[in-house]
């Protein structure tokens, strides 16, 4: 299995380019954390899609949360550094693919960029494409798969184990949410997690379609 390169090296780029606007702080490495929006939107409090449509069925970002190998994280460091979204123009396209707001009210996405922005951007210096997990067979069907081979297919593409998050529907089942990748603190390379976030994940998991 393969990622698809050309959205990978997007997405590395919108990275990089975050990671160049931050504040310096200490912090050990990258959560790289892309969310399954089928998995937003299938549950009790339900999802709105942006003002731009319905996102693509594939993974998105939620974020690039700095962290430490403690298990603590740095947020909310600069009260002065103001999100700007004139910064953003040359890559506000990729941002509105990659990076869609499913809550709601539906929304431009400027919101949710800008919490981001003042929570974990402030706090740093200077991909998961959904893998083709398809060819593993697993997809968005709503069927359930095991946690270890969800785990393996997203290694095997991506070189490094991910960090998986689940959620409950609006029936109880465990699903696919959000997957994470550690990243260095350049922003630029994949790298082995020092410590992964508390799961409660269940040993089979969902894969809701969207």
Known sequence: MKYNSSILIIKLLIIQYLSAL?????????YFVQQWPGAYCDTKQSCCYPKTGKPAADFSIHGLWPNNKDGSWPSNCD??????????????SSLQQ??????????????FWSHEWE????????????RDLKASGIEPDDEFYTMDSIVEAIKEGA??????????DSAGNSQLYQVYMCVDTSGANFID??????????SRIQFPKF
């Open 79 to 92: 009260p002065d550094s103001v999100f700007d979204r004139s910064e953003l123009s040359e890559i506000m």
């Open 159 to 168: 070189g490094h184990a991910p960090g998986i998050e689940c959620n409950r």
């Open 98 to 111: 990659d990076w869609p707001s499913l809550s709601c009210p539906s929304s431009n996405g400027f919101r």
């Open 193 to 202: 997690c020092p410590v992964f976030p508390r799961s409660k994940c269940g």
């Open 119 to 130: 929570k974990h951007g402030t706090c740093s210096e200077s991909e998961m494409d959904q």
């Open 22 to 30: 931050c504040v310096a702080q200490d912090f050990d490495f990258f």
